[in-house]
């Protein structure tokens, strides 16, 4: 386990890792609408008398999760809390600090820790820090690659009929993907839109595969498979697309994805 213990004896889980950019670019990119909405989903960033008290995450339908600022130190850190994700289980702090470091890069920590003294709900953190890694492997690629540009997401979803390997298996090898290894580039087979590029990252705790694309237009694509706790596995992509003709791209690219995805993994006959 990767839980700690402060003084206190809160329990948390804490993330470091360096990326490109200036602080004020950094920042750009972790605490603003614009920024989050890059790399991470569509995001607003609430605003009351001239200060920022929220950021509002849209992770797709139903799924919408509101945190509220509790510390705001611009470009340095910043800090939201957020009720648990399950009912009854306790609220969850996150803390963002930037710091600066030789060469035009920066290192971001990010601690996220919970209201509790027991280790009852240690598997809520464990699974905010997993859940969040294929994330800020984009945000490393937005900075290194994409950092200030235009951006537009889409994130489309389909129902899987299988298992969660089952359906992580369907998808890669539908996509030609079956096997993949980071550093190597890739283009999907005939029948499928558009997609080719370079493996970034890949897991299969949980199932998950991030694309550096040049086609259809340069972003990424992030494959994936979700759902609700205990819920039905779900299929996901996650296109993030950057430049000027960003949003034309993926206006035009989406319906294609839906239409294949939902030909590969249709909605399961009501009983």
Known sequence: MN??????????????????G?????????????GFSSWF????????????????VDLGPGMVIRTDITKWDPPRMYATEAPGWIPGSPAMASEWTVEARAGGSCVIRIVQSLFASTDEWDNQLESAKGGFASFLVILRLYLAHFRGQHSAVTQLRAPGGGTDAENWEDLTSSLGLSGMKVGQRFTAPAGSPPLSGVIEYVTDEPFDALLRLDQPAPGVAALGIAGYPGGPSMVAMNLYL????????????????????QERFPMPAQS
Do not use: H, M
């Open 3 to 20: 839980v700690k213990t402060d003084p206190s004896g809160r329990r948390y889980v804490e993330t470091e890792f360096e990326v490109l």
């Open 22 to 34: 200036t602080p004020e670019e950094v920042w750009q990119a972790i605490a603003t609408a614009k």
């Open 41 to 56: 989903a569509p995001t607003e960033v609430e605003q009351r008398d001239g200060k920022s008290v929220a950021i509002v």
């Open 242 to 261: 950057y430049g000027d003709k960003a949003d034309t791209t993926l206006a035009e690219v989406t319906p294609r994805w839906e239409a294949w995805l």
